[in-house]
């Protein structure tokens, strides 16, 4: 009889396993408090190692962005017509849905993210410096194909390397903290670019906008080499654990599932892992909510553009994208934190798209510069539904790991046909206004809305299934359950 694909819940464990966990558990490290210590030291010492993540990420996203910020000079320089600026920025993603599966599978494979991530991230930054030599659009659009193609393996990798390491109720907030490296990436990206761009002209009869990319693109190949020597790999191949260390990381991503990771060699090893993400119908349903989510975020990448329409001068509208993407990243950590804290995903993720609906209504109905700009501050904190949406992500694709890395990547790849489509949201002849793209934007936030709550109610029918099959069981301990 073939397996039924539609229904991956985690197992749950027998009678026999938990009372087992409940008299070894402890025991095996030296008692309740020694594992209390031995956990804190474990997390400070993770958290420490993963903090180049988001080092690695803003200079991702700095990379990504150097064209919006030098937008004029870009158009100008390159003789750029119609939709071609728009193009430039969406044929990155094209490269990026094409590499992101292949990337996650072949990290699964060789459990190197030591290796593998920082390899990539230095020919992404000497992809990004050459973008700085090419003198037309066909040169500028290789170069920004190539980028994405290279930059595909990144943010789904480290996001899989983290819930590795990281427990259901610890992701949110080690996620959180990836993003607002996406999110300083937008404010200090930006100010880094004004100071190029203004003074930097001419130099060596190199136009500005050249040196930003060379400047940044070799930052982030400095920064890769440091990061070989940084990041961890997986728990049974990080080198610097303790034996203690070790067997507790594993432990801890046993008890979280429910079911061990062992799992997965007995069902079938990666292949049995992607023949069940495909077969998984929630994997396509929340494929769909981040497409229209991406969409709903397209302003991210034409903010200088949306800054300008305040009426500054060129540096000044660089400069005044910062603000909003500081608020945005302070505001993202404390309230997925919070959705943390609670165990709560849905309504977080809502109240952040209800928020940035009102911020797009606002520059519908006006253009005063006092209240654009706030409007602004509430397009900009709506990021943290992504936030959140992904954290939900990791939490509902549980085990076996394979299975994991392929959700993982599959939705980040397929999301990107929101981020092609988002390219083309914010075309010039719209502005100043820009508000069908606003009107865009709004639609787009009631379509996740409406669909995370069909998700909620699915999760929540799922969990009852599961308490009720323990019930029937006789087990005592609750055990896995989806978060809502």
């Not at 230095?122 to 290279?150: D, H, M, P, Q, Y």
């Not at 590795?164 to 907030?173: F, M």
């Not at 060596?204 to 080499?225: K, P």
Request: charge should be neutral.
């Amino acid at each position: 009889m073939a397996p039924d694909l539609s229904d991956t819940t985690p197992i749950s464990p027998s009678k026999e396993h938990v009372e087992y966990k409940e008299l070894d558990v402890d025991v095996e490290f030296g008692g309740i408090e020694a594992r209390n210590q031995l956990e804190r030291r474990l997390l400070l010492k993770l958290d420490l190692h993963m903090s180049m993540l988001v080092l690695i990420y803003i200079l991702n996203f700095i990379d990504r962005n150097n064209a919006s910020a030098a937008r004029t000079q870009l158009t100008t320089d390159l003789h750029l017509e119609g939709p071609q600026y728009a193009t430039l920025l969406s044929i990155l993603y094209v490269g990026y849905i094409i590499m992101q599966v292949p990337s996650n599978m072949f990290l699964n494979y060789i459990k190197k993210p030591s290796l593998y991530l920082p390899a990539c991230v230095v020919i992404w930054g000497v992809i990004s410096a050459l973008t700085g030599i090419t003198t037309n659009f066909v040169g500028a659009l290789l170069t920004r194909f190539f980028l994405g193609f290279i930059e595909a393996a990144f943010f789904p990798g480290a996001v899989f390397l983290i819930s590795k390491w990281y427990k259901r109720t610890e992701i949110g907030s080690r996620l959180a903290i990836l993003f607002c490296g996406n999110m300083i990436s937008n404010a200090f990206g930006a100010l880094i670019a004004s100071g190029i761009l203004a003074n930097m002209d001419g130099v060596r009869a190199q136009a500005a906008w050249r040196w930003l990319f060379y400047i940044e693109g070799s930052l982030t190949v400095t920064v890769a080499i440091i990061a070989v020597f940084v990041l961890p790999d997986f728990p049974t191949t990080t080198k610097w654990l303790t034996d203690d260390e070790r067997r507790l990381a594993l432990k801890r991503m046993e008890e979280d599932a429910g079911v061990g990771d062992q799992l997965e060699t007995e069902n079938g090893g990666f292949g049995y892992g992607f023949y069940l993400a495909i077969g998984d119908w929630k994997v396509w349903w929340i494929t769909t909510i981040m497409i229209a989510q991406v969409i709903a975020l397209s302003f991210t990448g034409y903010f200088p553009t949306l800054t300008a329409t305040i009426g500054y001068n060129p540096t000044a509208s660089l400069l005044l994208v910062a603000p909003p993407w500081i608020y945005a990243a302070i505001f993202t950590f404390v309230w997925t934190r919070h959705s943390d804290k609670t165990q709560e995903r849905f309504l977080h993720m809502s109240i952040s798209n209800l928020i940035g609906i009102i911020g797009s209504l606002i520059s519908i109905c006006t253009m005063n510069t006092a209240a654009r700009y706030f409007s602004l501050f509430l397009l900009a904190q709506s990021y943290s539904a992504n936030v959140l949406m992904t954290t939900w992500e990791s939490n509902t694709f549980a085990r076996p790991p394979s299975k994991r890395a392929v959700c993982f990547s599959l939705i980040n790849a397929l999301e990107q046909l929101g981020s092609i489509s988002g390219s083309y949201v914010w075309p010039a002849n719209w502005g100043p206004t820009y508000r069908y793209s606003y009107t865009i934007v709004i639609a787009c936030n009631v379509i996740v809305i409406t669909m995370t709550w069909i998700l909620r109610q699915h999760l929540k029918t799922l969990n009852k299934k599961l308490e009720r099959e323990e019930h029937e069981q006789g087990i005592k301990e609750k055990g896995f359950r989806y978060v809502l």
